[in-house]
């Protein structure tokens, strides 16, 4: 139990390092480069790692008697999901790659918007609905912001498509796991 516990916080302690590290970075080179991208990206890596923090208990260390978990992961998610439209929109340049794909992604952002708007004022299961619907479109219209732009002969688009695809393999198998279809290992991973 003691070797469970200590691994899984050192883990847990080397992402969250890690996504320290993503953050000062990028917005170190967004500031001084004065890359609006790069601010975008820390913005996302941010998000997430809140979303982590949530997810993980460790607020509870110091709110003890704090039951917004659900509320406070509903929210990390949203952003999240807002941050990755508004950095995909400027790394392809999809009003200029792909203008029908960048006007969905622009009605994604103000769904978005209005879902970060209201899960304060209903109920938890609506607010989860709105974090999971739009967490299921959001990998879609990406996607599809990626796909056109590559074919748009966008220059970094390939590269985009990769990582996208390792994020999409890795969400996967966060999936698998949570439903119980593969055992939550580390050599999962």
Sequence with gaps: YLNH???????NGLIFGLFLLA???NLAIGI???EKVYLYYAFFVFSLMLYLLAMTGYP????????GDGSFSNLAVLLAIFAATIFVREFLETHMTAPKIDLLLRVQQIALFCSIFLIGFVSDLLAYTFAEVLGVISPITVLLAGLAAWRNGHPLARYFLIAWAMFILGSSVWAWMWLGLIEPKISTF
């Design 32 to 34: 001084s480069a004065s």
């Design 5 to 11: 516990i200590v691994t899984t916080h050192f883990l």
């Design 60 to 67: 509870r260390l110091a709110f003890p008697e704090w039951g």
């Design 23 to 25: 953050i000062i970075y």
